[in-house]
């Protein structure tokens, strides 16, 4: 019997009944046995998620295989049991709640197989508002590099590895991570590849969020967070030696995975949990902020990571209440150095802590108070800031810049009229939706910047737009062919302004619905 061309991996649990669509998914597949193994690991489901595997192993011979097993607690474990019942020259995982398009896996090995790839990376999107980071994306590469490019920002498994590199390098999924395991699995069989590639001209991978989430995941709690960073980022400083190799990749971390833990919606914990969170990634910041990580850091996530090593956790919070319900804070220039004077500024607080003389992105902090739809479907924010000698400005929903136009400056601040065309938000959009995060860039727009960014993210040179206690507009319904669409503007958990554009479908509607009668 001839050896597969690829194995794909899928951990199940409780994914009914999204688990149907990306089974159908696989069984649509263009390249079909016996190139093409799927190892489906039921985690203990209670669902009937088994069943269906079962039945989707009866129904097409030769393709599935399936292994049930008591709920181990998480993924780990289950792909680890499947990538031990893979037998593919390649070896792809796929979460139970997503989905392949249908000449995803014949594309990925075609390139392997081409350029001689240790892993293959293929365009991801987002459906159902899930945010997925597209810099990444940009165009087809041969060839790109762990630390020049954007790579160690998707680090994700959903990709193509060559089984002979796993088994080479004994990479597998540590088990004793109930979260983000695939983080040093990815990591260190990108940094052990010869080549790693990137395709970026079709949609290879739908990574859906679920309506009800209730993976483990989304269901997961800042202390779980906070035991998981620590672990990885340890992970990452015992594979990689310091220097500019590991700033790379914890500029990263730092940026996304660490800054998420000192979110606004650190002020809706218990005391506890704040002093154990600030305590937490205190540590973190004095162990692995280097100058060259800070330096990648945009200066807001900068200050609160200064905040956990060098001030109290209640320093900490009131520079993110001020955030949350204040607004942009002064500019204090003095002896040519800029500071940032939120509570604390010479309060006791280290100067250091609010240093934003070489912030790029400072300028560029604004505040959203007003949107609108005006006639011609036309998405218009009205922003300000203290700041009254502002340079250029360039706004964007990601890859789509918009019209900023100064409306008012004086002593007392600068105000900001930015406008975005329903018609350029759609049209850029693709069938499964996409949600953007807003910025803002002082001098010269940079789409690839503007890209990298994502709401959750501290990356330098481009500051999100918060809207504190601001109330969106109405969404806009619209139409491209005969396809409906929503175009909203939204706010994350922590006030930063997205636009979310997303089809029209029965099962959207249905669990709009069923959101609507929770509340009343």
């Keep these: 019997m001839s ?17 149907t669509r990306c089974l159908d998914s696989l069984v649509r597949q263009t390249i079909a046995p016996p190139r093409l193994q799927v190892v489906a690991v039921d985690d203990g489901s209670t669902d009937g998620s088994g ?12 393709l599935f295989t399936v292994i049930h097993q008591a709920n181990s607690g998480g993924p780990a474990n289950p792909c680890n049991r499947g990538l031990d019942a893979a037998t593919g020259r390649y070896v792809f995982f796929v979460g139970a709640d997503d989905q392949l398009g249908p000449e995803a896996l014949q594309r990925l090995v075609a390139a392997a197989d081409e350029w001689g790839s240790d892993v293959v ?34 680090l994700a498994n959903t990709k193509l590895f060559r089984r002979e590199l796993l088994d080479r390098h004994r990479i597998r999924y540590r088990e004793d991570l ?19 590639s990137v395709l970026a001209d079709y949609e290879f991978y739908y990574a859906v969020r679920r309506f009800r989430a209730t993976n483990i995941t989304y269901l997961s709690r800042h202390l779980d967070r906070l035991r998981t960073v620590e672990a990885t980022t340890a992970y990452v400083a015992e594979l990689i030696g310091p220097g ?15 800054a998420k833990l000192v979110e606004d919606d650190l002020l ?70 800029r500071y940032a004077a939120y509570p604390g500024f010479r309060a006791g607080v280290p100067d250091s802590c609010f240093d934003v003389t070489a ?20 998405l218009t924010l009205t922003a300000t800031t203290p700041a009254s000698d502002l340079p250029p400005l360039h706004v964007s929903a990601e890859e789509i810049p918009a019209d900023v136009a100064a409306v008012s400056s004086g002593p007392h601040g600068t105000t900001l009229r930015i406008r975005f065309r329903a018609a350029d938000l759609l049209a850029a959009t693709g069938r499964s939706g996409r949600r953007r995060a807003v910025s803002a860039q002082a001098g010269g727009f940079d789409p690839d910047l503007a890209q990298g960014l994502h709401h959750a993210t501290g990356a330098a040179g481009s500051a999100a737009l918060r809207a504190p206690n601001l109330r969106v507009t109405a969404p806009l319904p619209c139409r491209r062919g005969v396809r409906p669409y929503v175009i909203t503007p939204v706010l994350d958990d922590s006030g930063r302004l997205m636009i979310s554009v997303v089809p029209v479908t029965p099962r959207r509607v249905a669990a709009q619905a069923r959101r609507l009668l929770r509340r009343h």
């Excluded at 999107?125 to 630390?147: C, K, M, P, T, W």
């Excluded at 609108?372 to 479907?377: I, Q, S």
Aim: aromatic residues 6%; charged residues 25%.
């Design 3 to 19: 050896r597969p061309d690829v194995s794909v991996v899928v951990p199940v649990y409780n994914t009914m009944p999204y688990l």
């Design 51 to 62: 069943r269906v595997l079962d039945r989707y192993a009866a129904r097409h011979p030769g």
């Design 121 to 154: 990376l293929g365009k991801v999107v987002g459906v159902n508002s899930r945010h997925i980071y597209q810099d990444i994306f940009a165009a087809n590469q041969a060839e790109v590099d762990l630390f020049d490019s954007p790579l160690p920002r998707s």
């Design 178 to 196: 109930r979260l983000a395991s695939d983080l040093p699995f990815t990591l260190e069989a990108c940094y052990r590849a010869r080549r790693i």
């Design 244 to 258: 500019r190799q590991r700033d790379a990749v914890m500029a990263r971390r730092f940026d996304h995975e660490i």
């Design 268 to 337: 809706r914990l218990d005391r506890d949990t704040q002093q154990r969170v600030h305590d937490g990634v205190g540590r973190l910041v004095a162990a692995y902020l280097t100058d060259g990580v800070a330096a990648e850091l945009n200066a807001e996530t900068r200050i609160r990571l200064l905040l956990t090593r060098d001030a109290t956790v209640d320093d900490l919070l009131a520079v993110i209440r001020r955030d949350a319900h204040g607004g942009v804070p002064p500019t204090v220039v003095e002896n040519g150095r």
């Design 359 to 378: 912030a790029p992105d400072w300028p560029a902090k604004l505040d959203v108070t007003a949107v609108a739809w005006e006639t011609g479907a036309v």
